[in-house]
């Protein structure tokens, strides 16, 4: 699913029906690999600016008009509403990255995005997608 809404999948019948929100739209094969990338690296692209010595503060406004200013990657992804399902999963990197070691939730966001950069590349040239995971699970081994 590459939009940005929630689809369910009932049975009437035994037949399974899928059951989506207005305006939501599906997208299938190389359109929706393009799309989830394009999102992956749009949230990516927000993170940048905060990573490093020189990096930017974001000032973030809630649906309260709560102000809060922050540099850092896990407070701007939780506070970000976020509804794609590749902006969630980019969320939930964060939130294990900060789980795990505390740090470096930025660098996870931008390091996933730059991937998915690189494999955009990769599947303009047709490669096959399969083909660039067992390349990433190769470079994962060496490193």
Do not use: C, W
């Not at 997208?27 to 690296?41: L, S, T």
Request: aromatic content about 2%; cysteine-free; glycine content about 10%.
């Amino acid at each position: 699913m590459s939009s940005g809404t929630q689809a369910y999948l009932a049975q009437i019948g035994g037949v399974p029906v899928l059951v989506l929100k207005e305006g939501t739209q599906r997208a299938f094969g190389k359109e929706a690999m393009r799309i989830n990338i394009m999102v992956a690296k749009a949230v990516s692209e927000v993170m940048k600016s905060t990573l490093g010595p020189k990096g930017m503060d974001k000032m973030l406004i809630d649906s309260l008009g709560d102000i809060t200013i922050t540099n850092d990657g896990a407070t701007i992804l939780d506070e970000m509403d976020v509804q794609h399902p590749i902006g969630k999963l980019l969320v939930e990197i964060a939130k294990t990255q900060d789980d795990e070691v505390g740090d470096g939730t930025t660098t996870a966001v931008i390091l996933s995005g730059a991937l998915l950069e690189e494999a955009e590349k990769l599947l303009d040239k047709n490669i096959h997608p399969t083909v660039i995971v067992s390349g990433f699970k190769r470079a994962l081994d060496v490193a």
